[in-house]
């Protein structure tokens, strides 16, 4: 049972949140960013639900506080009422997991707590015990492949080709460096270069991508590298056109 800390000022939205929520997991409310910390640092959450506007704090703020303040930052899915693509790339470049629209949907909510409770969990499992397949099974519904350090192109699932456009099996094989737009492409390699020195830790990239058809997309990836086999696996989301915030239904299956 995942342990799940919701943040929201309003009242009575998190006590119907914790409620729900408490059916499968157990769930704890707060009402704010300060009060978050101090339960994070002395409980342990597997999951954090927090809302963006919230008064003398943010939901990115109080995020991004959480991630410099703890050494082990749980993985979060803001909600927001508002479709904005700057905080989706914002929120996603602080380490958040997800957005979820308000009012809320809960069958939504329960697929994103969760996508995001796995994908937590392999982040938190030592590097030698992560296989490829666990990656690529567990990122289904996100666009995902895994990449040689020499950029080719291993696997990749239907999310991502359907993502960049690309017809079955067409991706596997290409070089990874000539899918994003050439502007891009210098520090995209600088990323990964720099993510194979730095012991592997995950690192969040945004770029723009050449699609099969000509046209071109902003994607977000979240790069962990697999020393032993030599490998790169990246999820990727669209962020481009707000398509995070503005279609939350949106999640291609493997």
């Keep these: 049972m995942a342990r799940i800390l ?11 949140i914790a409620h729900k929520l408490g059916k499968t997991h157990e769930a704890f409310a ?9 339960h994070l640092e002395k409980e342990k959450v597997d999951l954090i639900l927090i809302d963006q506007m919230m008064p003398h704090m943010n ?22 009422a508002f479709s904005n693509t700057e905080l989706a790339v914002a929120f996603m470049k602080a ?12 069958e939504i909510l329960e697929i994103k707590v969760k996508n995001a409770l796995r994908l937590g969990a392999l982040n938190a499992a030592p590097q030698r015990q992560i296989s490829e397949a666990d990656l690529f099974f567990a990122a289904a519904s996100d666009g995902f492949c895994s990449i040689e350090f020499d950029g080719a192109i291993r696997i990749a699932n239907r999310a991502m080709e359907d993502m960049l456009l690309f017809p079955r099996g067409e991706l596997k094989g290409k070089n990874f460096h000539n899918v ?7 520090t995209v390699i600088a990323e990964l270069e720099h993510l194979q020195r730095d012991s ?14 000509g046209s071109v997309k902003t994607i977000s990836w979240s790069a962990t ?11 990727a989301r669209e962020v481009g056109e707000g398509f995070l915030l503005q279609h939350p239904q949106a999640r291609l299956a493997i």
Excluded: W
């Design 6 to 16: 919701v943040i929201d000022d309003d009242e009575s939205t998190r006590a119907i």
């Design 30 to 38: 707060v009402r704010g960013g300060h009060e978050a910390l101090t």
């Design 59 to 80: 939901g990115l703020e109080a995020y991004t506080l959480f991630r410099e303040r703890l050494a082990e930052c749980p993985p979060a899915v803001m909600m927001t």
């Design 95 to 106: 380490g958040g997991a997800d957005f979820v629209l308000k009012p809320l949907d809960f």
């Design 180 to 186: 994003i737009l050439p502007a891009d492409q210098e």
């Design 200 to 213: 592997g830790h995950p690192t969040r990239i945004e770029s723009r991508v050449n699609c099969y058809d």
């Design 225 to 235: 590298i697999f020393e032993k086999r030599k490998l790169i696996f990246l999820t």
